[in-house]
């Protein structure tokens, strides 16, 4: 962690558009060089609270802290921050070492510092041999790697990112994510990733936040969010999950043979038929059997892992396992389908 680490507190924000409630008494808290990621649908309010952060928008009430001051209505260049948006927001007729060093230029930075400055940020995300070039004659990964270290160049104390990836392909989007992270780590910089992307936040935050609503619904680990979410709403949106026909019982519910205990208790079901216990597909496995209940129906290789759907009692059920494991099973064969799952999560909502 920097010297410039710096701990964020929001406390009962609520800011409306048009009479429309966007973000809802909301409090949120990031350790100081802490990497939280905000995921969620769009218009949940994600985007908003990031620009509430960085003074772009003044909440109707609520305060934002920055290292223990309240900045609810400090304004945006006094409050330490760097962002970098979605569109890359590079001058034109800059090149990459001098957009790069804009920022020291306006803080009065000798030439001499910033002229190093940005030499040694541009190597740090690997546009070394970059710096004389203009963002015209860089890929768009590339000139997002100029953005991001333009936003470290004025050494922040606060890193906002909003969806900085999102218009990058598949492959530039992985590596880049992963640069971030480094160079997040190594600086110690307190961030806030705004994403729609669910593999992009379990994969570089230290902590995720799922919002709907203008309300978070669930803040913790990557591991937390994914393995043990709170509500139907969570499950799916972050990750596949297969929805199957459960009972109710005095011990929980039964499915797929087994009665399992609840892990959303609030949700409890009170009818004894129509509900349905939310399981992912890795957490599902199959068996051969000639009297299965299962047919095998397609197989989808993606690399190491292999779903596996399968027709089971009026359901299409997706089962992820190792490619070598599927390679046992065929088309139209008869399997039984088991869960690894000690406890599950149940929708009761749709039980009329």
Do not use: W
């Amino acid at each position: 962690m920097t010297r410039d680490s710096a701990e964020v507190s929001l406390s009962g924000i609520t800011k409306a558009f048009g009479g429309r409630t966007v973000l809802d008494d909301l409090d949120l808290n990031l350790a100081g060089g802490e990497l939280l990621a905000l995921l969620g649908p769009s218009g949940c309010g994600k985007t908003t609270i990031l620009r509430v952060l960085a003074g772009l928008e003044t909440p109707d009430s609520g305060t934002v802290r920055i290292a223990g001051k309240d900045m609810t209505r400090t304004p945006v260049r006094e409050r330490g921050i760097g962002i970098v948006f979605q569109a890359y927001s590079l001058f034109p007729h800059l090149t990459a070492a001098e957009n790069v060093a804009y920022g020291l230029k306006i803080a009065g930075t000798s030439l001499s510092k910033r002229t190093a400055r940005a030499k040694e940020l541009l190597e740090t995300v690997g546009l070394g041999e970059h710096c004389a070039k203009f963002p015209a004659q860089l890929s768009g990964g590339q000139q997002q790697r100029v953005a991001l270290a333009r936003a470290l160049a004025i050494e922040p104390r606060v890193l906002l990112l909003d969806e900085p990836l999102s218009a990058l392909d598949a492959q530039v989007r992985v590596h880049l994510r992963e640069e971030i992270r480094r160079i997040q780590t190594q600086s110690g910089t307190t961030t806030l990733l705004v994403t729609h992307d669910q593999e992009e936040a379990l994969t570089v935050a230290d902590r995720v936040g799922v919002m709907l609503n203008g309300r978070i619904e669930q803040l913790g680990s990557p591991q937390e969010i994914y393995q043990r979410p709170r509500t139907p709403f969570i499950s799916e949106f972050v990750g596949a999950v297969n929805r199957i026909p459960a009972t109710a019982t005095s011990g929980g519910v039964a499915v797929l043979g087994r009665i399992l205990p609840i892990s959303n208790p609030a949700s409890a079901p009170v009818h004894a038929s129509g509900l349905e216990a939310l399981i992912r597909p890795e957490d599902l496995s199959l068996l051969a059997h000639d009297r299965g209940e299962g047919v095998v129906s397609s197989m989808v290789l993606r690399g190491p892992t292999t779903s596996v759907v399968v027709e089971h009692a009026g359901s299409s059920l997706r089962v992820d396992m190792p490619s070598h494991e599927a390679a046992a099973f065929t088309l139209a064969q008869r399997v039984e389908v088991h869960t690894r799952r000690s406890s599950v999560l149940v929708d009761a909502e749709r039980a009329a």
